[in-house]
């Protein structure tokens, strides 16, 4: 299956913008690529998912390069509310959702 | 709203005692899964099923079973519960080409 790697952790000041990368150099041509969050306490909670096309939804932005081997999930003001970790997870037309370890995003007021 | 509810959020078992964890939801999911979540190894998928009756062994199978009789319903069973099996335990569902939708997670200690 193909993997993804993510910094362990990023830290970012409160009101700018994140942007938290992903790098899936083996992905396949119908690999989506998703992203989740999970804060303390939770299940992880979907935020945005794309194959090709950059796409934007109400959480976030994700911004994928050309050649679609890495990614970035952008959180256009970050808030204390965002500190999670973030999943990045390539998804196969086999339905399965492989999570690494994610990165750990604190948010410094 | 989507829901995944998982029928605990903590549970104490004993070693050798046979444990269920039921899991449903309410949106007409074709696809359940069932993953364990440890500090250090992030979410590793046991068993995922796509259809009623239907089931797949995902990365750490050993020791677990299901059982998905009706689509809303995935059960994950411990045979035989050990100490190494204390973990998070975490539902979701999704249909084709969408997101998954997590339950809050399960807590079980083996004691």
């Known amino acids: 299956d193909a993997k993804t790697t993510q910094p362990n952790s990023m830290e970012s000041n409160e009101e700018e913008p994140v942007h938290l990368p992903c790098n899936h150099s083996t992905i396949s041509g119908t690999d989506y690529i998703h992203w989740y969050r999970q804060l303390p306490s939770q299940g992880p909670e979907y935020v945005i998912h794309g194959l090709t096309s950059n796409v934007n939804n109400r959480m976030a932005s994700l911004a994928i390069a050309e050649d679609r081997k890495s990614s970035t999930l952008i959180l256009h003001r970050a808030t204390l509310r965002d500190a999670a970790v973030y999943y990045c997870i390539l998804r196969s037309t086999g339905n399965q959702f492989y999570f690494g370890t994610g990165t750990s995003l604190t948010v410094i007021p | 709203d989507v829901k995944v509810t998982q029928s605990s959020r903590y549970l104490v078992k004993r070693t050798g005692e046979k444990v269920f964890l039921e899991c449903v939801q309410d949106m007409d999911h074709e696809n359940m899964f069932w993953y364990r979540q440890d500090p250090g190894l992030g979410l590793r998928l046991i068993y995922f099923?796509?259809?009623?009756?239907?089931?797949e062994k995902g990365d750490i199978p050993e020791g677990y079973s299901v059982s998905r009789e009706k689509k809303e319903r995935f059960s994950l069973i411990l045979e035989s519960a050990s100490t190494n099996q204390t973990s998070m335990y975490l539902c979701a569902s999704s249909v084709e080409g969408r997101g998954a939708f997590f339950g809050q997670g399960t807590r079980l200690t083996v004691v």
């Open positions: 099923s796509y259809d009623v009756k239907m089931k």
